[in-house]
């Protein structure tokens, strides 16, 4: 789970200690699961509250899977020494962070190296943090481990530290994080000229002023395309800012074919969402693919795709395609 999210669009891309010897128990669980079960299994919710709940029970869950040395002592609440979870907060408002606490009877090194050997069952270490010896800040080490993401939530991860407590003792914290995704569409609410191109009318020789496209009539407020199936399509690609300024760098005809495995990519974009999400984008020049799909039956549905910087999927009503935490 990284801590800053990293806003990018899948089309331009088609997160030593010595181990000693030592018991080991799991945590207490309050599901009732056994320790090391996986993940459980859950359907997509389809409102926020659905998914918070469901985010919530995943974040309970990765904190039943934190293994503890034996003679620990469960605290009240977090200690001075670790403040907040072992790889810092995700910049999000619709985070899970389900914590607990405990006082372990083991000096800081041997405490330290007893964590690093045992990982949770089933996760996968993603990142680790400690403080050197000498420095100003108090020691502590610490490990990030990841679980998949699911549809009501977009990352999941078990966060694991350990800080001294005087000269024979430590104190661990664990954090069950999961941040859960609002299935509710982001309103497309570009300002500036848009864009709605006929298939036979080729594509347009400069997207200079374009704010993306429209269009009217279709309401696509819950999918980024409709339903059916393609027979054609037609790919503008422009230069942004480079090269030709915002001329048309290669235009692609598609049979129906290949209009049904770009439409089928598209639909397939995520378009649930993180609540406040805190975004860092890379550079964005400006460049952007026009897509006209031609449906029998109906009108040209346009998509436009910003293919760097925050990047994304538009078609007018609502937008898809950013990263997920």
Same mark, same amino acid.
């Given at each position: ?99 607990? /606490? ?25 990142? /680790? ?25 977009? /990352? ?66 819950? /999918? ?102």
């Amino acid at each position: 789970m990284r801590r800053t999210l990293i806003a990018v669009t899948g089309w331009a891309a088609v997160m030593c200690l010595v181990a000693v010897g030592c018991g080991s128990m799991a945590a207490p669980t309050q599901s009732g699961r056994r320790p090391g079960t996986e993940l459980a299994r859950t359907q997509p919710a389809p409102t926020g509250a659905g998914n918070r709940k469901l985010a919530r029970a995943a974040a309970a869950r990765l904190l039943a899977l934190v293994p503890l040395p034996s003679h620990v002592q469960l605290l009240s609440s977090a200690p001075r020494a670790l403040p907040g979870p072992a790889m810092g907060t995700p910049g999000v408002t619709s985070l899970i962070d389900d914590s607990r /606490s405990w006082r372990i009877s083991m000096p800081f090194t041997a405490a330290a190296a007893w964590l690093a050997a045992h990982r949770p069952a089933g996760l996968r270490r993603t990142g /680790s943090e400690g403080t050197p010896v000498g420095t100003v800040r108090p020691l502590t080490a610490g490990y990030g481990y990841a679980a998949k993401g699911k549809a009501a939530w977009g /990352s999941a991860e078990l966060d694991v530290a350990v800080a001294p407590d005087g000269p024979g003792a430590s104190v661990l914290r664990a954090d069950g994080l999961a941040i859960w995704l609002d299935p509710v569409p982001v309103k497309d609410i570009a300002t500036g000229r848009r864009l709605h191109v006929r298939l036979s009318a080729g594509c347009p020789a400069s997207d200079e002023g374009v704010a993306g496209v429209r269009n009217p009539g279709l309401g696509l407020t819950r /999918s980024l395309l409709p339903s059916g199936r393609p027979d054609a399509a037609l790919r503008c690609l422009y230069y942004g800012m480079n090269g030709h300024p915002f001329r048309l760098h290669e235009q692609q005809r598609l049979d129906a074919a290949q209009a049904r495995v770009l439409a089928a990519w598209i639909r397939v974009t995520p378009i649930s969402h993180p609540v406040g999400a805190t975004y860092m984008c890379p550079m964005d020049d400006g460049s952007a693919d026009l897509i006209v799909f031609a449906y029998p039956g109906q009108p040209n549905v346009d998509v436009w795709v910003r293919t760097n910087g925050c990047g994304g999927t538009f078609n007018g009503y609502i937008e898809g395609g950013r990263a997920l935490p």
